[in-house]
């Protein structure tokens, strides 16, 4: 099945520090507000697949997301058509992940909020050396 992706539609993917830890999640259209939300919680890079479930309402999301996240410059925001019957979630993840440009990264459901600070708590936890030679799953 072919699906249309839009990479980084926004151009604003920049990051100032490698360091940095990218919260990466995926979403449909329909759930904007839940990012608008994320995004006022979580200062640090993000990357995020939205599944327009309409290819028609491409151009209008994009000019919507555009104008509501115009305040940052650390969001890749990635648009992918609809191209079936069913929310592809893992490929959604995937070009989320693909796109990460930071060392670190939050994987994360757009429900889910961080509290306050939690980037800036990881940050710390990553540079007291508690993930020193960790890899997923050890």
Known sequence: MTRNVYVDVLNKSSIDDDDDITLVTQLTSSRSEKLYSLVLRWPGPISVSVY???SIAIASLKE???TKLSKRNNI????VGEAGPFFPVNFLRN?????????????SDVDFEPMPRL??????YISEGYL???TVGS
């Open 95 to 107: 070009v989320a992940l693909e796109h990460a440009k930071t060392k670190y990264i939050f994987l």
């Open 64 to 66: 919507e997301m555009k």
């Open 119 to 124: 980037e800036g708590y990881l940050k710390r």
């Open 52 to 54: 327009v479930e309409h």
């Open 132 to 134: 020193q030679g960790k």
């Open 76 to 79: 890749a925001l990635h648009l």
